[in-house]
């Protein structure tokens, strides 16, 4: 089963009066990068985050945004009233008795202590609530299976893909390898007709033996029977990875450049145009086949 590396999803479920709300979206990489992007309030969970994201995906770009949103959230820095209330008395009868005239705005009062307050039901600065530390990390749950649903269905469709090329694949080697003896035998007439004539005129007749050993040379160089078997071996080993329980997308990537060197080989051994046509349709073919695979978990 190949899971693509891209994909987008999205999650929110509703808590007391807020909302939590979740984005990811994922590009191609090829190793895992997470970047998580979090509201104040939630920015303590951002290890505990990238901890969940790391056992649901193994390669790729990843950006979260998680946000808290809602009424709660507005409000989750409050003033207490009777706190301003109690130190504007204080110091109003103190100015009175010392008979000194103080001029008192906000600004001298908020930092005081107790006058602002943190709402205990989201937790302080270090530490939430346990109940919203759960929303949220479900929240996240929902919004990476979404991505991953996303991602199973482009990875089964670059899958089909693989297949029907792959195929081809065999197809183009079957061509080459039922060629391969006749490049010998074209060989052998080409070299028997063009030495026949240089030693008709020499006066000397043609060796079999000769003749036998120069394209007995010429075959030797040209074997590429060896380059086949490695091919289809290849092959074989692709099309397991394909149907594999997980995405295997580094072997995959790893046996597209074997395939890509058998080919080179033939090529640079067969010596025969229709070969070389042949291997140029195969290249082109993997070439294809690498920038999917580029793009597999």
Not at 129 to 147: G, P, W
Not at 177 to 198: F, I, M, N
């Amino acid at each position: 089963m190949l899971l693509s590396m891209t994909g987008q999803g999205q999650g929110r479920r509703p808590y007391a009066e807020a909302e939590i709300s979740a984005e990811v979206r994922a590009v191609n990489n090829r190793h895992l990068k997470v970047q998580i992007r979090t509201c104040e309030t939630l920015s303590v969970l951002e290890p505990q985050i990238e901890t969940l994201v790391r056992k649901t995906l193994r390669r790729g770009s990843l950006q979260l945004t998680v946000r808290l949103s809602g009424s709660l959230v507005d409000h989750r820095f409050q003033v207490q009233e009777s706190a301003v209330a109690g130190y504007i008395h204080q110091c109003q009868a103190l100015g009175t008795k010392l008979g000194v005239d103080g001029h008192l705005s906000l600004r001298d009062l908020l930092p005081l202590p107790g006058v602002i307050s943190e709402r205990r039901d989201l937790g302080g600065s270090d530490s939430l609530d346990a109940n919203l530390v759960a929303e949220v990390m479900t929240t996240i749950s929902q919004t990476l299976e979404c991505l991953n649903g996303m991602r199973r269905a482009e990875g089964a469709s670059m899958g089909d893909e693989l297949s029907r090329q792959l195929s081809r694949l065999a197809d183009l080697t079957a061509e080459i390898e039922q060629r391969a003896p006749q490049v010998v035998d074209e060989y052998r007439t080409r070299l028997e007709s063009r030495l026949t004539k240089v030693l008709a005129e020499l006066g000397a007749k043609l060796q079999e033996a000769d003749l036998a050993r120069e394209v007995l040379i010429m075959a030797d160089k040209a074997d590429i029977r060896e380059e086949i078997v490695r091919l289809r071996s290849h092959f074989a080993q692709f099309q397991k990875l394909l149907a594999d329980d997980e995405s295997q997308g580094r072997k995959l990537d790893f046996l597209i450049q074997e395939l890509f060197r058998e080919a080179n080989t033939i090529g640079s051994k067969a010596g025969d145009a229709e070969i070389a046509q042949r291997v140029v349709d195969i290249k082109t073919i993997i070439e294809q086949m690498r920038e999917l695979v580029q793009n597999v978990e």
